[in-house]
């Protein structure tokens, strides 16, 4: 069985460009993940999706961060325009419902990098 | 912010030697979980535990759910060079969402 996927793994921007992260989840797995991880940190979680509704996206920086999941399955993170401070690795997780800890897998990640 | 603190934030040990690391909470959890991350990787599950004052054991690791239900321990017995990396603990109360500690940083010395 394929783990959650994330592109790109590694991605370099200037401030002020937009960028964007996308996830496959594994396959059945209705909830959806996107965490944060400062350097020297353990992931923040900025959005949680049941299917194709965000239903918890209290943590996510509005005014320059969006996420969407069509369809239910795949997702994308975008940030725009990206500042110096969100430098960090952006984890895709996802589980069979929101209950489930040991079905609960997270992605390598994309390193973002703003100069 | 992170609501957990996990200790200590690094080790260094001789392969061989044991490890304990732990971590508290000022507030309860009905699940506490351990995870590891390698360089470039997302974290591990490595134990779950879903009960206060249980003791679980996967191969050379440990762990504990705290009787009061805000803190656990991960124990590695016997380390080897491939227990290096970043060892998260995580909480959960209910169904809502994990927190996770800042991590504790493990160097094995061959």
């Known amino acids: 069985e394929a783990g959650v996927v994330q592109s790109p793994r590694y991605k370099i921007i200037e401030k002020k460009q937009p960028v964007a992260f996308w996830c496959n989840p594994i396959?059945?797995?209705?909830?959806l993940y996107w965490y944060r991880q400062n350097l020297g940190q353990g992931p923040e979680l900025l959005i949680r999706y049941e299917n194709e509704e965000a239903v918890d996206d209290s943590q996510l920086p509005k005014d320059r961060f969006s996420a969407e999941r069509l369809k239910g399955v795949d997702s994308t993170l975008k940030i725009q325009p990206a500042e110096l401070g969100d430098s960090a690795v952006y984890l895709c997780a996802s589980s069979l419902g929101q209950g489930a800890v040991r079905g609960y897998t997270f992605g390598s990640g994309t390193r973002l990098t703003v100069v | 912010g992170q609501q957990l603190n996990q200790s200590p934030q690094s080790m260094f040990i001789q392969e061989g030697e044991d490890v304990s690391m732990n971590c508290t909470s000022s507030s309860i959890f009905n699940t506490w979980l351990w995870y590891k991350q390698d360089p470039g990787e997302g974290p591990v599950l490595l134990i779950a535990l879903y009960k206060a004052g249980e003791l679980t054991s996967n191969g050379r690791l440990t762990a504990q759910f705290g009787i009061t239900r805000k803190d656990s321990f991960l124990n590695i017995s016997a380390s080897i060079p491939s227990d290096v990396g970043i060892y998260f603990c995580?909480?959960?109360?209910?169904?809502?969402?994990?927190?996770f500690g800042a991590g504790t940083r493990l160097t094995v010395k061959p």
């Open positions: 396959s059945g797995h209705n909830t």
């Open positions: 995580a909480g959960r109360y209910n169904n809502n969402d994990m927190r």
